[in-house]
């Protein structure tokens, strides 16, 4: 028995993770895949039936998928886009040295750290018509009051800026991380040739930084995409349809519905969408690794 254990010992010291990723991540999703090829549904009494990928093709026919879908895509690029914009540019006014910086910091992260549920709650009171600070804060500036998250068009900019919020800290932290490992010789070589601070941005910092911004971006547009919590807490999909994404009706059809095998081929696509995006990111990152 020691024998045998000296020659796998490199198998058992990795056994438990094997087995934790299968027990955690594997099973669920085969279960999940199972599940979307019978048509059940808890609120009847009748057993699960096989239809092969019925669920898929009545899932692709149906205009509320496509709309949330939409509203998916919608939600994540205008997150995405404003988070690493803000990210890059306030990690850049971080890594100077200035007094009290440190401090500064601290305060800027500590949206990252609060529970989304309370956030949303929070942000639905900012949001409130009529006494909401938001309406209230534009006001100063001469500005009508708006409806934010009651208006079906005004409700998923308002969401995104709940998000934006949230998690522009996050994308400056890791930005701010990738410039401190860029050497100081490029800067200081520019400086000697006359560069300007736009030109050493644009030339040297942003070029160098791209892996890492790519690397925030990867993990913001996954967790973007599945975002549940703040939509939920704040509108449940509303105001009508409005704000319903794709986990949100998922959500929706599995516990409000009960059709589950109908929500687990929705499960199954949203799960290969992310899938997708993900290898789309790690292809172009390792593509512009290449070119530097």
Same mark, same amino acid.
């Given at each position: ?53 019925? $669920? ?38 971080? $890594? ?22 309370? /956030? ?50 996050? /994308? ?13 010789? $490029? ?106």
């Amino acid at each position: 028995m020691a024998r045998w254990v000296e020659r796998n010992i490199k198998y058992i010291f990795i056994l438990p993770s094997v087995l934790f990723v299968a027990v955690m991540i594997v099973f669920p999703i085969g279960y999940t895949a199972y599940i979307s090829l019978f048509e059940w549904s808890m609120s009847s009494t009748q057993a699960p039936k096989w239809v092969s990928f019925g $669920n898929y093709a009545k899932l692709l026919q149906d205009a509320r998928f496509w709309s949330a879908l939409g509203r998916t895509f919608y939600f994540t690029l205008i997150s995405i886009i404003v988070e690493l914009m803000l990210g890059v540019i306030i990690a850049v006014l971080f $890594n100077r040295k200035l007094k009290g910086i440190n401090l500064f910091k601290t305060l800027f992260l500590l949206p990252m750290v609060a529970t989304p549920v309370s /956030i949303g709650l929070v942000w639905l009171l900012i949001f409130e018509p009529t006494i909401g600070v938001a309406n209230r804060f534009i006001g100063m500036f001469g500005l009508k009051p708006q409806m934010w998250i009651a208006s079906p068009s005004q409700v998923i900019p308002s969401l995104a800026l709940v998000d934006i919020w949230e998690w522009t800290p996050m /994308i400056t932290l890791i930005a701010l991380a990738g410039l401190t490992s860029i050497p100081q010789d $490029n800067y200081e070589a520019a400086q000697i040739d006359g560069a300007s601070s736009w030109q050493m941005f644009w030339k040297i910092t942003l070029p160098l930084l791209l892996p890492t911004v790519f690397s925030a971006a990867l993990l913001r547009i996954i967790d973007a995409v599945k975002t549940y919590d703040i939509i939920y807490a704040m509108t449940q999909g509303g105001p009508g349809y409005a704000s319903e994404t794709l986990n949100i009706l998922g959500f929706s059809l599995g516990f409000q519905y009960f059709q589950l095998g109908y929500a687990s081929s929705l499960l199954m696509l949203f799960f290969f969408l992310v899938l997708g995006i993900s290898s789309l990111i790690i292809i172009l990152r390792k593509r512009i690794e290449v070119l530097q």
